[in-house]
């Protein structure tokens, strides 16, 4: 085992606190899309990298079973993994994936609660509008919204959700989640990602609306007698309300047609082959340093 092992994992966790902390100059479909690519990805390498140290661990231990490992699962020096790396990171591996399924099983129950309840109106004076993903989803709405909004009010509150679940947030949001459930340090990247996902619903609203300003006091209406939620899916009034209010209230944001596209492209390439590398640097290491003493 050697530092190379840690690499892919320590780019993506520094990458993830980059993007958690600086804007991105992009439209927010394509700052959601990037953002919820590298909570992905950085799971995947957290799992990845643990799964990977923990399973040489065992080789370690018992030498024998190491046989019917496959080769892809060892390290590519074969040096002894000591037990101050290899105990933290079975525990730690163990904890994350004791973590991931209760994240998941509670995310799963709380959304078909949400699709038993989407059937009728809630009964509450609150004005909640939630969209419920699935087959038998739709938008979850109270009675406080139904008699406290016009129907132009009304009409702006549907285009927003129906963007939520034309574009399938749901998803978005759930790597988040699990991300900053996983890794609590990247609870800015969640929060940004959620941030951008309600800004690409709002931008979504204001262009099937023709009214940027009646989108943003809309949305302020519903934040003042709206408490913040949690759960499967984007409520209305839910994050960033002072942001997404002074972002409509501004110019549109650029498509950036191609720069979206390319940034995204090239930071799922990079994530894709950082989590990738998880299981193989070490042989690719091994492989150069071969090389070299081969060309002296």
């Known amino acids: 085992m050697n530092w190379f092992t840690v690499v892919p994992l ?7 606190a980059v993007f958690g902390l600086v804007p991105l100059p992009l439209h927010p479909s394509w700052s959601a899309r990037l953002l919820a690519t590298t909570c992905a990805m950085t799971v995947v390498a957290a ?33 002894p993994v000591p037990d101050m ?27 078909r609660t949400a699709r038993v309840q989407a059937r009728e109106p809630l009964e509450t004076d609150v004005p909640i509008a939630v969209a419920v993903p699935g087959r038998h989803g739709g938008v979850l ?48 990247l969640d929060d940004r990602l959620r941030l951008s996902v309600e800004r690409w619903a709002d931008e979504d609203a204001a262009e099937a609306v023709g009214d940027r ?18 759960g499967p899916a984007a409520a209305f009034a839910e994050s960033g309300v002072v942001q997404r209010v002074e972002a409509l209230l501004d110019a549109p944001p650029g498509r950036n047609t191609v720069t979206g596209p390319l ?20 042989h690719a290491a091994a492989a150069c340093l071969l090389q070299l003493l081969a060309l002296h």
Do not use: C
């Open 10 to 16: 320590a780019v993506m966790l520094a990458l993830s």
């Open 85 to 111: 790396v290899g105990v933290p990171a079975v525990l730690l591996t163990g904890a994350a994936l004791l973590i991931t399924g209760r994240t998941a099983a509670g995310w799963m129950a709380e959304l």
């Open 47 to 79: 799992l990845g990298t643990g799964f990977f140290v923990s399973v040489n661990y065992a080789a370690t231990l018992a030498p024998a079973a190491a046989a019917h490992v496959p080769e892809w699962a060892l390290f590519g020096d074969d040096r």
């Open 213 to 230: 300003a009646f989108v943003a006091h809309t949305i302020a209406k519903a934040a003042l007698a709206h408490p913040r939620t949690t």
């Open 141 to 188: 709405l109270s009675r406080g919204l139904l008699r406290g909004f016009t129907a132009d009010e009304l009409h702006v509150v549907f285009q927003h959700e129906s963007s939520h679940l034309r574009h399938h947030h749901h998803r978005y949001t759930a790597s988040g989640a699990l991300a900053s459930a996983l890794l609590p340090p990247l609870r800015p």
């Open 263 to 282: 940034l995204f492209m090239g930071n799922g390439f990079v994530t894709s082959s950082l989590t990738g590398a998880t299981l193989h640097l070490d």
